[in-house]
């Protein structure tokens, strides 16, 4: 049996809001361009796939064009608005959905927080949560927690509480969804350095962050998303545990906007800085991809043909660099970019 409780049907709570805790990869900031960054899970997205560049539902990626399936694009920036897809979701039914991942799967709207520890920061905006509202999704067992690596998805207790996830999951689990690997291939020292925190808050403004640890990145990327390497041992252990389950993979929603495009906070950064983050993204993304096609499932990543980056209005965006005034974690994606996500999922299904 699960060590975690089912949830269904979640109320909005009136607890007061609340502030995810700085997750154990967490960097001090000292006199830095932003607030200390979350390295709860995914500061990633510094990036990649341009908004712009809408795909099919068709693609063979998995990729998913939400401007394409008259969801929440019907009402700009509206997070309470109908998403189309879920609605339609029909047969078969997924009676028993398990979320696993980190926090761009854990996080959302910090005034909804979804309880479990609270070092994982679960929100009830989260992604898991939107797409669990709709009737043909049955019920949730939301094992995400911020700053969680492939560790404690598979052997570690990551926090008191949160046991290793894929306890969670059961023989008869037929839904599942995961986000990981962007904390073991180091999302909290690249926001870093490119913020110019921690341990690169010296950093000359014209060093660049690809010279300093851009090896080191690529080598990660390539050992943690590697055939028979963690990510792999993650699909083999939902495979052993729950078999018949459907697994769907999602990918790092980028932070930056399409290149060519600024706004105040990219004006800060060192540009080559952001071309390499970008390039860094999109090499994950593709990562995640490939692991999720190898073994037999498919990723998903929403696009839009407006910009939906952290660069655009509050209610357009989908992610967020400083969190406000989008009541999210900084360098995370807002509630209004987890509906996107949850309706990218379900037009996968």
């Given at each position: 049996m699960s060590?975690?409780?089912?949830?269904?049907?979640h109320r909005r709570p009136t607890s007061p809001a609340s502030t995810p805790?700085?997750?154990r990869d967490s960097r001090s900031a000292g006199a830095s361009l932003v607030p200390p960054v979350l390295a709860l899970g995914a500061a990633l997205a510094l990036a990649v796939t341009p908004v712009a560049a809408a795909q099919s539902t068709a693609e063979a990626d998995g990729t998913i064009a939400v401007g394409s399936l008259g969801s929440t694009i019907a009402a700009a920036g509206s997070t309470s608005g109908s998403l189309g897809p879920l609605?339609?979701?029909a047969a078969p039914a997924y009676a028993d959905y398990v979320a696993l991942g980190d926090s761009f799967?854990?996080?959302g709207d910090n005034t909804e927080p979804a309880g479990g520890p609270?070092?994982?920061a679960r929100s009830l905006a989260n992604y898991p949560n939107v797409l669990d509202a709709n009737p043909?999704?049955?019920d949730l067992t939301d094992a995400t927690c911020g700053g969680a690596r492939?560790?404690?998805v598979l052997t570690e207790t990551q926090v008191e509480g949160a046991p290793p996830q894929v306890e969670a999951l059961e023989t008869g689990t037929d839904l599942v969804t995961l986000s990981i690997g962007g904390n073991d291939v180091g999302f909290g020292a690249i926001v870093a350095c490119i913020t110019r925190q921690g341990p690169f808050e010296s950093l000359p403004g014209e060093a660049t962050c690809e010279s300093q640890i851009g090896d080191t990145v690529a080598a990660d990327i390539a050992s943690v998303y590697a055939e028979d390497g963690p990510v792999d041992t993650v699909y083999d252990t939902i495979a052993g545990i729950s078999p018949d389950a459907t697994v769907i993979a999602t990918q790092y929603m980028p932070l930056m906007p399409a290149e060519g495009t600024t706004c105040a906070f990219t004006d800060q950064l060192n540009p080559a800085d952001v071309a390499w983050a970008r390039q860094v993204t999109d090499d994950i993304n593709r990562s995640v991809d490939e692991a999720a096609t190898r073994n037999g499932h498919v990723s998903v990543m929403p696009t839009d043909d407006v910009d939906r980056s952290a660069c655009a209005e509050p209610g357009q965006r989908w992610t967020s660099f400083l969190g406000e005034p989008d009541d999210t974690a900084p360098m995370h994606p807002t509630a209004l970019g987890q509906e996107a996500m949850a309706a990218a999922?379900?037009?996968a299904l």
């Open positions: 060590m975690l409780t089912p949830r269904r049907r805790a700085t997750g609605g339609s979701l799967a854990a996080l609270a070092d994982c043909a999704v049955g492939v560790p404690d999922i379900a037009a």
